[in-house]
């Protein structure tokens, strides 16, 4: 994987993209899946997730202050939605769903090899976990897999059913106001 700048996390997520997150807690690594994500600021670039305390990852994510966003493409929808659908308090999910932990640099939790991209972060605030269940994290690296063959990334319709990535419209000669935003 190549490295891309920190600052380039929105664009990755703005178009909402199921994701998984990875944490490490005593040196063992869990995965869940998350579709409740925003992009809040460019710089430092700062990424709202809703956690709840039902998912093991909760208590890793309070304990270590660090997680890994990992980007899945739709030739893993099935195992996507599987992980969303057991606890790591039961099961190794990285050996049930034959997943390849890679380290960070930065942070303890693992890397997901077969995700398109994964985006280190640290916990930036918890103020507003206690009611919303809302994790303010700062991406701090990407790892991106530019010459993966496929690209298209699964977005959820919030029932279990998901739509994947269709055809790039390209409009950028109208973004005059936001000429700094491209690419
Ligand atoms: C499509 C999908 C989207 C989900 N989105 C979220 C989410 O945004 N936030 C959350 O706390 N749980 C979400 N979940 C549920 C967790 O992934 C689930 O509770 C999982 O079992 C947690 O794993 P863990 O206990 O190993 O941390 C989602 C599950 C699925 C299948």
Redesign the pocket.
């Known amino acids: 994987m190549n490295e891309l700048p920190a600052s380039q996390a929105y664009r990755l997520l703005e178009p909402g993209p ?1 994701v998984l ?1 990875t ?1 490490s807690q005593n040196g063992k690594p ?8 925003m992009m809040i600021q460019h710089a430092p670039p700062l990424i709202g ?4 305390p ?5 208590s ?1 994510l309070r304990a270590t202050g660090e997680c890994v966003i990992a980007i899945p493409t739709v030739d893993l929808a099935e195992v ?10 039961a ?1 190794n ?1 990285f050996d049930r769903f034959d997943l390849t932990p890679q380290p960070a640099s930065d942070v303890a939790a693992p890397l997901i090899k077969e995700c398109l991209a994964n985006i280190e972060c640290r916990v930036a605030d918890t103020s507003l976990v206690d009611e919303y ?1 809302l994790f303010i994290l700062e991406a701090e690296r990407i790892w991106i897999d530019a010459g993966r063959k496929e690209q298209r990334t699964m977005h ?1 319709r ?1 029932d ?1 059913s ?1 739509t994947a990535d269709g055809d790039v419209l390209d409009l950028r000669e109208r973004m005059v106001k936001w000429r700094h935003l491209q690419r």
């Open positions: 199921i997150v944490t869990n995965i869940m899946t998350m579709g409740f994500h997730c809703i956690i709840g039902w998912d093991h990852s909760y890793a996507v939605v599987d992980i969303g659908n057991c606890s790591g308090d099961v999910k269940n959820h919030g279990g998901f």
